[in-house]
């Protein structure tokens, strides 16, 4: 039974319409959500946690539709928007210490462990963390409650070479004991490292959703390229050089 | 509630929402109009909206295992906590005013209101008025602040005005006594206004709750 299941999403704005969307997300594994920017990926993921109301779909955590069950499925699940941006100037210790009283899950010794992994200082403020170590603060709040499914929100964006590489270790490393992540990225680069599966869209709607090898194998016989980054240049480059030449 | 309580005072509060408690202490001024000590709660309060905001408070809230509308309750509860807190103080030293110190000559020639019952029961309208057009304003998007508070601002000021002006009216001079005269009648508009006030902010509550759970964040 996939952790996440995506049907038939919609949602409309004046200028974007994200229309009939649907993947599915498996325990233990890793799907990379790609698309260009503006093409629905963090609507797609405000929808499903019902930050945005979708006007169209059924959205399904480990089998329990989300509408009717939201208030047991939400300790499952974690979300990240990439770096903190909340509570600024708030202590670490505070910001934890209010969020575990919400989670009858909190695993305390969990959460030790991976502010220590993650070299966090309880005492700093997120305003005084870098970018990567905002993100390692996020995930240390989503993952110490045991959150079974992580939603990231272009967690890598901004991030130096190796604090990345930094946190796609943490995502293996998570992915080897059963959580699942859905990762959207535009840093394509990333998920040929760690993504098992690949979910496409571009201008709001689905263009793949399957496999991360198959993806690539197919699209490399049909001459789009051998690369996630290849392959989204090939659909969807608009030759910017002609049109300023016109 | 206490969870939510608990990060409203620790994460989302403005040390001013606390410190404009002290406004209390203008019950005490004499000339000067002490219901504005109710419109200095409220500014504090707006603040932390207002830090609320701008510490994306709302997204965190959001993502929390609890029902969407429990966000919305825990900002009126705290705004309830904070206004009963300031309403306890202002009554303490109202009762000091009309007790202890009723014979003083600065209060006996007080040209503007005296504390007493009434005063008590336009401050209770005053933070109703403050739950229902701030904090409901403010649900009608979830970021809005200005324009609620202005109405606020509008509404609070009538209602001074109203209450300053009462005890000019013919037959109406008792209700400026220091020590207080004809007491029922002032007693029964505070526990109207009492019931008011809890009435008021209920249904205020009730429907930005509804409106909250259907906003795209």
């Keep these: 039974m996939p952790v996440l299941e995506v049907n038939g999403l919609c949602k409309h704005y004046p200028g974007f319409t994200l229309d009939r969307v649907g993947f599915a997300v498996e325990a233990g594994r890793i799907m990379g959500f790609i698309g260009r920017n503006g093409a629905g990926k963090t609507t797609t993921l405000k929808s499903i946690l019902h930050i945005v109301h979708p006007d169209a779909g059924e959205i399904r955590y480990f089998g329990l539709d989300f509408a009717a069950h939201e208030r047991a499925v939400k300790p499952r699940i974690g979300y990240a928007g990439g770096a903190v941006d909340y509570y600024r100037k708030k202590k670490i210790r505070d910001i934890v210490d209010v969020t575990r009283r919400f989670y009858p899950n909190w695993d305390g010794a969990a959460c030790r462990r991976y502010m220590d992994a993650f070299a966090l200082d309880e005492e700093k403020t997120p305003q005084q963390l870098s970018e990567g170590m905002k993100v390692k603060l996020n995930l240390t709040l989503a993952l110490s409650h045991r959150a079974e499914l992580l939603l990231l929100d272009e967690p890598t964006s ?3 070479p190796v604090s990345r590489e930094e946190l796609l270790d943490t995502f293996r490393f998570l992915r080897d004991r059963g959580v699942a992540i859905l990762f959207s990225t535009h840093i394509t680069s990333d998920l040929e490292h760690c993504a098992d599966d690949i979910t496409y869209i571009a201008g709001g709607r689905l263009i793949a959703s399957e496999p991360l090898a198959g993806f690539l194998a197919r699209s490399a016989a049909e001459g789009a390229g051998d690369t996630l980054q290849d392959i989204m240049v090939h659909y969807e480059k608009e030759s910017l050089y002609d049109k300023l030449a016109e | 509630m206490i969870n939510w309580l608990n990060k409203e ?3 989302a509060a403005s040390p001013l929402s606390w410190i404009m408690l002290a406004a209390a202490l203008l019950t005490l001024v004499p000339g000067y109009p002490i219901l504005l000590s109710a419109f200095f709660v409220g500014l504090g309060l707006m603040h932390s909206f207002q830090n609320a905001r701008e ?5 965190y809230s959001v993502l929390l295992p ?14 309830c906590l904070i206004e009963l807190i300031a309403f306890a103080l202002t009554a303490a030293l109202t009762a000091l005013r009309m007790t202890a110190l009723a014979g003083a000559a600065v209060y006996r020639t007080n040209a ?15 933070y109703a008025a403050f739950n229902v057009l701030f904090i409901g304003g403010h649900f009608r998007t979830a970021y809005a602040l200005g324009f609620p508070f202005l109405r606020f601002g509008l509404a609070a000021l009538v209602l001074v005005v109203a209450a300053e002006s009462l005890h000019f009216f013919p037959g109406m001079a008792y209700l400026n006594a220091p020590a207080g005269e004809r007491l029922g009648p002032q007693f029964a508009a505070l526990a109207a206004a009492a019931a008011l006030y809890a009435l008021a902010t209920f249904l205020s509550c009730r429907r930005s709750v509804r409106r909250f759970e259907t906003l795209d964040l």
């Design chain 2, 66 to 79: 609890a029902p969407k509308g429990d966000y919305v309750r825990a900002k009126y509860a705290f705004a």
């Design chain 2, 9 to 11: 005072c620790r994460l």
């Design chain 1, 158 to 160: 901004g991030l130096d």
């Design chain 2, 55 to 59: 510490a994306n408070d709302v997204l």
């Design chain 2, 112 to 126: 503007l209101m005296n504390a007493g019952p009434l005063s008590l029961a336009f401050t209770l309208l005053i």
